[in-house]
């Protein structure tokens, strides 16, 4: 039975290992089967791969492993989204006015 000295080293050498690693893995970087998306076909966006030693991104979590927001904080984001697209479209509409005087509403547009 190995002693516990000898498996930290072995774990110390594993992590110290050359690995190819790609760094913008997420799950719109996968492509997977139509039918059965438990398929992959293909990894693209590897213009930023490298080999590197393992343990430089042992603290990296890919977006898929990591925890989804609960309900609530969902509901939130939409909602500060679609405030921030309403204040967005009337900042659109207020220089399209500046732009066009005789459009505003109640105006005939002549001098």
């Not at 790609?22 to 039918?35: A, G, K, Q, S, Y």
């Not at 984001?77 to 921030?84: E, G, L, T, W």
Request: charged share 25%.
């Amino acid at each position: 039975m190995p002693c516990r000295a000898c498996c930290l080293k072995v774990s110390m050498n594993d992590a110290a290992g050359l690995t190819l690693f790609h760094p913008d893995f997420h799950t719109r970087n996968i492509l997977v089967e139509p039918e059965d998306p438990t398929v992959i076909t293909g990894i693209i966006d590897w213009q930023s791969a490298a080999i590197e030693p393992a343990f430089l991104f042992d603290a990296e979590t890919p977006d898929f492993a990591e925890e989804l927001p609960d309900e609530e904080h969902l509901n939130e984001d939409r909602a500060a989204v679609k405030k921030q697209r309403t204040a967005e479209a009337r900042l659109r509409s207020n220089a399209n006015d500046s732009r066009h005087p005789g459009n505003e509403t109640g105006g005939s547009g002549t001098a």
